[in-house]
């Protein structure tokens, strides 16, 4: 027989999928230990798991792929053909229905006033403190998408406004969020797109004492340390409106201690990432207040599962010995922000611990 960890190993299905459609009845285990609760299948039923796995990506509604891995052993195949012609048709239907939906949207797109136009045209001349904006960068710079496919992603967002400079970076999957005080502007907002290499020539520029200055002039950005100067184009693109992504403080709260959290993610329980994934840390904040990595369990929905390796990334942009983590419902963004900074953090996408 196959042990649970061997079938979600070689099947393509994870874990945790394993346990969720074991409680759909979609795929049962031929025998589950009374004591330990874990679970074993019979050899047949990898076949079943790597069809259930195919069925799964291709988005096949959970109720026919129960009929369909029902009839998958039978004789008559017919019923099989059918479920799949018909999911394979319905795909098709909404993929025509989705093409015309967003031809709709680019043409309200290209009937609308663009206005990060005017947001970008300014000419804006800063100072601000080196060490202030080399923090500032260090805490968003890892959020920056490498994405090909999302340029305008690829860089970090300058946000100025009145006697502040903010500076964002996400990748979908985690946003960070970090303010410098800058001096020398006094008008409205303008907002830019600088590039991630350009952002790496304006870090290592910032690392010193005294102020720098900061040019932003329409298409262009420079940054000015004493006699040395690192500048390029913005991107031409659109940056999403990064404050309606903000959650408000509150959920469930605990302070950690970073060092010691650090270790226990590390060398604490971990969901194993398939081919591809990543792999998951499980958090739960516990009554007294601190926060617990705990093991993949089916009982707890006060669990949350995030990206290990973005947490771990995350802390270490914290800077700080403690730092605030917010936890809130297993789909809602973690936060990490610092005890003596509200306005400078981290949000981390958590992933469904049943996919």
């Known amino acids: ?79 099989v053909r059918k479920l799949l012609k018909a999911h394979l048709r319905h795909l098709e239907q909404g993929l025509s229905g989705a093409r015309s939906e967003f031809s709709a949207l680019r043409a309200v797109l290209d009937h609308r006033e663009n206005v990060m136009t005017s947001l970008r045209v300014a000419t804006v001349r800063l100072s601000i403190a080196a060490p202030e904006l080399a923090a500032a960068l260090d805490t968003v710079r890892f959020a920056a998408s490498t994405d090909p496919e999302l340029p305008m992603l690829g860089g970090v967002l300058f946000d100025v406004e009145g006697q502040s400079l903010h500076v964002v970076a ?31 020539a304006m870090r290592a520029l910032s690392d010193g004492e005294g102020s720098v200055r900061l040019c932003i002039d329409g298409g262009r950005v420079t940054l000015e340390a004493g006699d040395r100067q690192a500048a390029g184009q913005c991107l031409d693109h659109d940056f999403p409106d990064y404050r309606r992504l903000l959650p408000a403080v509150g959920g469930r709260r605990a302070l950690v201690e970073v060092a010691a959290f650090r270790k226990a993610l590390e060398t604490g329980p971990v969901r194993a990432g ?44 914290g800077a700080r010995d403690r730092l605030f983590l917010e936890l809130g419902a297993p789909t809602a963004p973690i936060a990490i922000r610092r005890p003596d900074d509200e306005g400078t953090f981290s949000l981390l996408m958590p992933v469904r611990p049943e996919d």
């Open 1 to 79: 027989m196959r042990s649970i960890g061997e079938m979600a190993r070689d099947s393509g299905l994870g874990v945790s999928a394993l346990r969720f459609y074991d409680r759909a009845g979609v795929l049962v285990p031929a025998w589950v230990d009374p004591v330990s609760g874990y679970r074993w299948y019979e050899p047949e039923q990898f076949e079943e798991a790597r069809v259930l796995a195919r069925l799964r990506r291709a988005g096949m509604p959970l109720a026919d792929i129960r009929l369909l891995l029902a009839s998958w052993s039978g004789a008559d195949t017919d019923l």
């Open 170 to 200: 996400t990748d979908r999957y985690r946003m960070a969020v970090a303010q410098a005080g800058a001096a020398g502007h006094d008008g409205s907002r303008v907002q830019v797109i600088v590039p991630a290499s350009v952002v790496d």
């Open 274 to 317: 398939e081919a591809g994934e990543p792999d998951l840390s499980v958090l739960r904040v516990e009554d007294s207040g601190t926060v617990a990595v705990c093991a993949d369990s089916d009982d707890d929905p006060n669990r949350v599962a995030v990206n290990r390796e973005f947490l771990l990334d995350a802390l270490t942009a």
